[in-house]
Nanobody
Framework: QVQLVESGGGLVQAGGSLRLSCEVSGRTSSNYVMGWFRQAPGKEREFVAH????????SYSNSVKDRFTISRDNFKRMVYLQMNSLKPEDTAVYYC????????????WGQGTQVTVSS
């Protein structure tokens, strides 16, 4: 069983940067995929980015592509989301998630960290 704990959220002005971290504990596998999702008030949770645990593949939503970068450090067992050029519409609770490479279901979630971007 994998456990995920996010950190790094906060308040930032538009155009600023934040780096979110996700600490991964428990049994992991090279066949895992790690992802970031977000949920803004009154909206559904949406995909932001994912990376394979092996680090050989990444994917981004169109709304964050070229501004956000997902990475992982297997030795430290951490997953990161570097967010640059932040916009007010990036304001949301950000969640770290994990799933098996062969699965379509994200079955492990962190508790979330709040990101607020002021205009």
């Amino acid at each position: 069983q994998v456990q995920l704990v996010e950190s790094g959220g906060g308040l930032v002005q538009a155009g600023g940067s934040l780096r979110l971290s996700c600490e991964v504990s428990g049994r992991t596998s090279s066949n895992y995929v790690m992802g970031w999702f977000r949920q803004a008030p009154g909206k559904e949770r949406e995909f932001v980015a994912h990376i394979t645990w092996r680090g050989d593949s990444t994917s981004y939503s169109n709304s964050v592509k070229d501004r956000f970068t997902i990475s992982r450090d297997n030795f430290k067992r951490m997953v990161y989301l570097q967010m640059n050029s932040l916009k007010p519409e990036d304001t949301a609770v950000y969640y770290c998630a994990a799933k098996w490479l062969s699965s379509t279901q994200w079955d492990t979630w962190g508790q979330g960290t709040q990101v607020t971007v002021s205009s």
